[in-house]
């Protein structure tokens, strides 16, 4: 099947030199939620920009929906709607004009774009607001009003760069919620965040990028198979002076209360509370340390770091 | 896209562009008309009374003609760079570089939102300068001709500006160092024949002096310069500046990364 976004041999070098990306190759099915993550200055937005032509590109192939964004660039742009990371809109102008007037861009007649903008306003919770100056709106507003102008001529590939930077778990949550609703519908997806919980939670599929490489590409399941270790924090009713010894679990003291143990992927958690029953030590409550991916994600992002400064000492 | 999807496009970047200058009018409507106005009283009623005809003219029906060329000019050149830069700053530039819209509809569309301030503003000025002078329509078409023309050129060297500008000074560097002296040294407020014959020569390479002068030529009948060279002049920078701004905005200068 044709992918909604296909990637050959994509490299940008910016006019300092900066060579941002270094021959990418990256598919994503249609249908698909895709997750692009990398720590800040990876390559990310300079993808993401390529792909919606705010970039250029130095070299390399890039297909949406099978149309080139060289060669067909005005059917590509039909295909795509972004959301960038930064606000991008006239902060003077009302939602309801802005949202009309990414429509007359794509050539929707303003019937069909008032209608698309108060489904999407109210959607968003933003339709009561919808002929306030958009500078008054609050920061979560803001990314929802972009997000509605992305889907106004109704793309069928969107593309998020950090959304939910800045917004509040609740809203965080009502934005997931959204973005999963449009996915269903059949809107493919590709996501870039920070919340490493939010792309285990919302992408079946993931890339990370490091140093303009692309350092993995595969499922999320797969990848989190990948898993060898997982630490528990226990929260423990003694007081504990000192890290009691278990025979199959290394422990660490995180303080008087808490334990930090270490589990290795198919170990039973089981023994872990008999043998501190077995010390007269009483678990109340046990959490995960951290999300797993943020755990393989810094470990991939840390071996590629060891990998690239090896190529510079070679060099 | 379509040419109906185009036309959209353009109908949606004009329309933007009215809206916002009618939205600011007191930034954007009223001063024009007051400085006008101040011209008007000044060089017209109280300095013009004193300085007799000019090229067989009373002073006020010689400079009524290129007063209301002087704001089709710079309201035109001001629309468009302002509105540009504006969006580059604010980065809503990008909802325009990231649609199907073709640069030539970009271009057309904030050349058109510039001509529409500049040819409405300078119709508020003709129809105030009818209380301070009395003057009749020589030739229309010539008149109207030269107006949209001026007004297009300068639309299009706005968008030149603002597309080169990177901060709030680029754009006032080029109205106040370039195009107030050519509009003072164009012809506005003396004929070209008081000049010695090198300042003469020298003001033949001023664009606004064939602007203003086809204008008074359509409006008073009189001018310094041959029409047909004056129109020629202002057709050839409009098509050459055209061709630039395109060039600009296919390449993406300043635009994209």
């Known amino acids: 099947m044709q992918p909604a976004l296909s990637i050959k041999n994509l490299r940008k070098t910016y006019d300092d030199q900066f060579e941002a990306l270094k021959g990418i190759d990256l598919d994503v099915a249609k249908g698909d939620f895709f997750a692009l993550l990398g720590p800040n200055g990876a390559g990310k937005s300079t993808t993401i920009g390529i792909i919606c032509s705010l970039v250029r590109k130095t070299e390399g192939l890039v297909t949406i929906f099978g149309h080139d964004i060289d060669k067909d660039f005005s059917a590509a742009k039909q295909f795509v709607g972004v959301v960038p990371q930064e606000f991008n809109f006239n902060q003077f102008e009302k939602p309801i004009d802005i949202l009309i007037a990414q429509a007359g861009y794509y050539g929707i007649k303003a019937d069909i774009a008032r209608q698309r903008a108060e489904k999407y306003l109210r959607q968003l919770g933003l339709w009561d607001r919808r002929n306030e100056i958009s500078r008054t709106l609050s920061g979560g507003m803001k990314r929802r009003l972009m997000i509605a102008r992305a889907l106004i001529h109704e793309p069928q590939l969107l593309v998020l760069d950090e959304p939910t930077a800045g917004v509040d778990i609740e809203l965080r949550r009502s934005m997931w919620e959204f973005l999963k609703q449009i996915n269903d519908q059949g809107t493919t997806i590709i996501l870039t965040t920070h919340y490493l919980e939010e792309a285990e939670s919302l992408c079946r599929n993931i890339a990370i990028i490091d140093h303009g490489i692309i350092v993995k590409n595969t499922s999320m399941k797969v990848l989190l198979k990948q898993l060898d270790r997982e630490t528990f924090v226990l929260d423990v009713r003694e007081e504990l002076t000192e890290s009691p010894m278990l025979e199959s679990y290394p422990v660490t003291l995180v303080d008087g209360h808490s334990l930090e143990v270490d589990v290795a992927r198919g170990q039973s958690i089981n023994e872990i509370f008999i043998e501190l029953s077995g010390l007269n030590i009483h678990v109340i409550s046990m959490r995960s340390k951290a999300n797993r991916l943020e755990e393989l994600f810094f470990d991939m992002v840390e071996k590629n770091l060891i990998d690239v400064d090896r190529g510079q000492d070679d060099e | ?257």
């Open chain 2, 1 to 257: 896209m379509n040419n109906s999807q185009k036309w959209i496009a353009f109908d949606t970047i004009v329309r933007r562009e009215i809206r916002r200058f009618l939205r600011i009018w007191p930034q954007t409507l009223v001063p024009p008309i007051i400085t006008i106005v101040l011209y008007f009283v000044i060089f017209g009623q109280l300095i013009g009374s004193r300085i007799g005809t000019m090229s067989g003219l009373p002073y006020i029906q010689f400079v009524a003609p290129g007063l209301i060329m002087m704001s089709v000019i710079t309201n035109s050149y001001s629309n468009v760079v302002s509105s540009f830069f504006g969006s580059k700053f604010q980065r809503n530039i990008e909802e325009l570089l990231v649609s199907p819209t073709p640069n030539w509809i970009i271009l057309l569309g904030y050349v058109a939102g510039g001509m529409s301030r500049g040819l409405g503003v300078g119709l508020i000025v003709t129809v105030l300068s009818l209380y301070f002078a009395d003057f009749s329509i020589h030739s229309l078409p010539v008149t109207i001709a030269i107006v949209l023309m001026t007004s297009l050129m300068f639309s299009l060297a706005g968008l030149i500006n603002a597309i080169f500008a990177a901060n709030f000074d680029d754009i006032s560097i080029i109205p106040t160092f370039v195009l107030t002296p050519l509009t003072y040294l164009g012809g506005v407020f003396y004929s070209i024949e008081l000049l010695g014959e090198f300042w003469r020569n020298l003001s033949m390479i001023n664009p606004v002096l064939y602007m203003v002068n086809a204008f008074r030529y359509g409006i008073a009948g009189i001018s310094d310069i041959n029409i047909v060279w004056a129109f020629s002049m202002v057709g050839l920078f409009s098509v050459l500046l055209f061709f630039l701004a395109l060039r600009l905005l296919e390449n993406g200068s300043r635009l994209r990364s």
